[in-house]
């Protein structure tokens, strides 16, 4: 058990460090997007969080 969640664990990391360099290669496209308009669309969406 203790593999499966270091290998989870790692998998997760990997794909966040691909998420940020992805923003950091097309960092010029990213200047350009404009954050309120997506914090809006995000809004929108009604999610409920259920605890």
Same mark, same amino acid.
């Given at each position: 058990?203790?593999?499966?969640?270091?290998?989870?664990? =790692?998998?997760?990391?990997?794909?966040?460090? =691909?998420?940020?360099?992805?923003?950091?290669? $097309?960092? $010029?496209?990213?200047?350009?997007?404009?954050?309120?308009?997506?914090?809006?669309?995000?809004?929108?969406? =009604?999610?409920?969080?259920?605890?």
């Amino acid at each position: 058990m203790k593999i499966i969640k270091t290998e989870l664990r =790692n998998k997760m990391t990997d794909e966040w460090l =691909n998420d940020l360099m992805l923003c950091y290669i $097309e960092r $010029e496209i990213f200047k350009g997007l404009d954050l309120q308009q997506i914090k809006k669309a995000f809004l929108d969406l =009604n999610w409920f969080i259920v605890y």
